[in-house]
């Protein structure tokens, strides 16, 4: 089994090129442009890994984080 890495990034440059580079090496990924988003991904798909840009419109990095910590 595959470990599954989520990605909340809106930057489809750095989206891209860690997709790229982690699918690759074997994991699967799943990914967000948005904080709510992630957040909503990171329920359902439960990955074993989060990585998470903290410059995000709208909800930033560090409310998101503290949201995946309260759940």
Known sequence: MKARVLIIEDNSQ?????RFL??????????????PLGLELASKVL???????????????HAVA?????D
């Open 14 to 18: 750095n989206l891209y090129l860690t």
């Open 22 to 35: 982690l699918e690759a090496r074997g994991y699967e990924v799943v990914q967000a442009e948005t904080g």
């Open 47 to 61: 990955p074993d890994v989060i990585l998470l840009d903290i410059q995000l419109p709208g909800m930033d990095g």
């Open 66 to 70: 503290r949201a995946l910590k309260r």
